[in-house]
């Protein structure tokens, strides 16, 4: 699978776990530190998130990293 490919479907997960928790790409934004758009980015899988980015994403919206 292509990498991009990849980040998309990440994506997917991360907007997925978001709208059920009933959050919104802000809140994402204001507990990452980034910009809402960097959020939008992530979702849409245009942009790559470090180890660290992903690990607070995946403990904030209870992903299981590992399958991440």
């Given at each position: 699978?292509?990498?991009?490919?990849?980040?998309?479907?990440?994506?997917k997960v991360?907007?997925?776990?978001?709208?059920?928790?009933?959050l919104?790409?802000k809140?994402l934004?204001?507990?990452?530190?980034?910009?809402?758009?960097?959020?939008?980015?992530?979702?849409?899988?245009?942009?790559?998130m470090?180890f660290?980015?992903?690990?607070d994403?995946?403990?904030?919206?209870?992903?299981?990293i590992?399958i991440?």
């Open positions: 699978m292509a990498e991009e490919a990849i980040w998309a479907k990440r994506g991360i907007k997925n776990a978001r709208e059920s928790k009933g919104f790409q809140d934004a204001n507990f990452l530190n980034v910009k809402p758009n960097t959020v939008s980015n992530y979702e849409s899988g245009t942009r790559k470090d660290d980015t992903v690990r994403l995946c403990r904030l919206l209870d992903i299981n590992n991440f």
